[in-house]
């Protein structure tokens, strides 16, 4: 289906999307996009993931927790590290990330020794009560999972009705 773009003049062809029962599902490569793709992919992994068979690990993790609370004042601050001395107890190995350093050279394999991978997560959190029905907060987190690193913070305010 061609589909020319009043605005710039461009020439642009979309699919118009069938099931396999031959019913249109999109017009569009959007519609598509936004309102069938995810739900396909999230089948697809649902299946694969199905046949896998389930698997455990065990990992040292050394880690502190430390609250503190006033009725004025809270301050939470956390900290977690998986130390890189994984053991696979079930499960098929190669779906794991017992080497997940290696993958890169040619899969599972012991191409770096059995070199293992280390994670980290670490937070803080503080809240000051203002006055009886006012106050503010602020929130911080860090994760290395996976490596993959996300950063979380948020700022807020906490009003009492």
């Given at each position: 289906?061609?589909h020319?773009n009043?605005?710039t ?6 699919w118009?999307?069938?099931?396999p029962?031959?019913n ?10 936004d309102?069938i ?9 649902k299946?694969?993931?199905?046949e896998l ?6 990992a040292p993790?050394?880690g502190f927790?430390f609250y503190?609370?006033?009725?004025n ?8 590290w998986?130390l890189p001395?994984?053991?696979y ?5 190669d779906?794991s990330?017992?080497h997940?350093?290696?993958w890169g050279?040619?899969?599972h394999n012991?191409l ?10 670490a937070g ?7 006055s009886?029905r006012?106050g503010?907060f ?7 999972f996976?490596d993959?690193e996300i950063?979380?913070?948020s700022v807020?305010?906490n009003?009492?009705?």
């Amino acid at each position: 289906m061609r589909h020319t773009n009043e605005a710039t003049g461009e020439e642009m062809w979309h699919w118009c999307w069938r099931d396999p029962q031959g019913n249109v599902v999109a017009y569009t490569d959007e519609e598509f996009r936004d309102n069938i793709f995810g739900d396909l992919m999230n089948d697809f992994n649902k299946q694969k993931w199905s046949e896998l068979e389930p698997f455990a690990e065990i990992a040292p993790i050394v880690g502190f927790d430390f609250y503190h609370y006033t009725p004025n004042f809270w301050m939470h601050l956390y900290g977690n590290w998986i130390l890189p001395h994984h053991k696979y107890v079930s499960g098929n190995v190669d779906f794991s990330y017992l080497h997940r350093e290696s993958w890169g050279k040619g899969g599972h394999n012991n191409l770096l020794g059995g070199k293992q991978w280390e994670d980290y997560q670490a937070g803080l959190m503080l809240g000051v009560k203002l006055s009886k029905r006012f106050g503010i907060f602020i929130e911080g987190e860090y994760v290395r999972f996976w490596d993959s690193e996300i950063y979380n913070s948020s700022v807020g305010i906490n009003f009492r009705l």
